[in-house]
T-cell receptor, first 115, second 114 residues
Framework: AQTVTQSQPEMSVQEAETVTLSCTYD???????LFWYKQPPSRQMILVIR??????QNATENRFSVNFQKAAKSFSLKISDSQLGDTAMYFC????????????FGTGTRLTIIP | SQTIHQWPATLVQPVGSPLSLECTVE??????LYWYRQAAGRGLQLLFY??????ISSEVPQNLSASRPQDRQFILSSKKLLLSDSGFYLC?????????????FGPGTRLLVL
């Protein structure tokens, strides 16, 4: 079974600074998807970014980018020029391409952007 | 685009009462649908998934059941609620093709069992 570990329960950063959230995972599969989701106080899960394991290029979405290290099974999220609206819980998730394609989530990192 | 509706938004129920949470999706036909539960301060746990009408798979044994009576409707039910059923329930729609097997979530239902 796959596991996802987020070792930083809480983080805080000044507005406009850059912050990196860590995620490691464990799997024996060679092809899969990795995701970062954001959960603001409204609690709706919002997709931030997606990475396909067979792609070597790191995914980027505006101010959000990932550092995907397949051999190390590491998938960190970098938020540049952080904004107050980035305050939220951030969840790393793994999707196997076998079976039901369910998401396996980490326990989350609570990120606070300080004005 | 993906639009997912869930209702009710909030529900307070006594122990032993029945439950029915509804999820409807718009957009693509025959989507994969998922029910997740989030306990307070924790990540999401998959409860059920469905690949088509009447096709339900359970991930964990529990007090809950799911049904899919229509292509874009997914219902989570219980005959008798337990205190441990309290939590935040999220419905998700799985999309493939250009979305690359991505799951998109509805707004969720907060359930408190007293």
């Amino acid at each position: 079974a796959q596991t996802v570990t987020q070792s930083q329960p809480e983080m805080s950063v000044q507005e406009a600074e850059t912050v990196t959230l860590s995620c490691t995972y464990d799997t024996s599969e060679s092809n899969y998807y990795l995701f970062w989701y954001k959960q603001p106080p409204s609690r709706q899960m919002i997709l931030v970014i997606r990475q396909e394991a067979y792609k070597q290029q790191n995914a980027t979405e505006n101010r959000f980018s990932v550092n995907f290290q397949k051999a190390a099974k590491s998938f960190s999220l970098k938020i540049s020029d952080s904004q107050l609206g980035d305050t939220a819980m951030y969840f790393c998730a793994f999707m196997s391409l076998f079976g039901n394609e369910k998401l396996t989530f980490g326990t989350g990192t609570r990120l606070t952007i300080i004005p | 685009s993906q639009t997912i509706h869930q209702w009710p938004a909030t529900l307070v129920q006594p122990v032993g009462s029945p439950l029915s949470l509804e999820c409807t999706v718009e957009g693509t036909s025959n989507p994969n649908l998922y029910w997740y539960r989030q306990a307070a301060g924790r990540g999401l746990q998959l409860l059920f998934y469905s690949v088509g009408i009447g096709q339900i798979s359970s991930e964990v044994p529990q007090n809950l059941s799911a049904s899919r009576p229509q292509d874009r409707q997914f219902i989570l039910s219980s005959k008798k609620l337990l205190l441990s059923d309290s939590g935040f329930y999220l419905c998700a729609q799985g999309l493939a093709g250009g979305h690359g097997k991505t799951q998109y979530f509805g707004p969720g239902t907060r359930l408190l069992v007293l």
